[in-house]
């Protein structure tokens, strides 16, 4: 679990290394008490605590963030067994210059007039906390602990399991 040793700027650095190579990342919101999730492109940038989405004003989320800010991001790398639950909290920012600055072409699949879209935002998530499992990414290994866990009774150990504050 949480390592009181670890330092913010570790935590930083780790969080940023499991969830520098998925694309695909599940934003969920709060609506009206309800919690609602979807596919999501983290914006490609140097983790520093901060994660940004390129999204329209004009999708339900906004207006949930904008009623409350509170969101979960769920990273799933079933590949390397690396699992990444993100808290914190999401305001609009409609900053014309870091929308220029994350923009990619292939944007113009859900924006087709591109950068002159006057929908276009982006989503900045302040992450506050975050829990990560880190597993051994070699199905031998993974087999070999599941074999001995259940040779020997007690519980498979699934990797490094922590939680970590960045607030």
Not at 4 to 27: C, R, Y
Not at 44 to 64: M, P, R
Not at 95 to 120: H, S, V
Request: with cysteine.
């Amino acid at each position: 679990m949480a390592d009181s040793n670890t330092t913010h700027e570790e935590a930083v650095k780790k969080l940023g290394a499991l969830i520098k190579d998925i694309k695909f990342a599940m934003l969920t919101s709060i609506d009206g008490g309800l919690l609602r999730a979807r596919p999501m492109v983290t914006q490609k940038t140097e983790f520093d605590g901060i994660l940004w989405f390129l999204t329209s004003t004009k999708t339900h989320k906004v207006s949930e963030i904008d009623q409350d800010p509170r969101v979960c991001i769920a990273y799933s790398d079933i590949d390397d067994n690396n699992y990444v639950s993100v808290s914190g909290t999401a305001q609009v920012v409609q900053d014309r210059a870091k929308i220029e600055e994350m923009w990619n072409p292939l944007y113009k699949a859900w924006f087709p007039d591109g950068l002159d879209d006057p929908t276009i935002c982006l989503l900045k998530v302040t992450v506050e906390q975050a829990e990560y499992w880190d597993s051994p990414s070699s199905a031998v290994a993974n087999i070999a602990g599941f074999v001995k866990a259940v040779a020997t009774g007690k519980p498979a150990k699934g990797g490094e399991h922590e939680q970590v504050d960045l607030s």
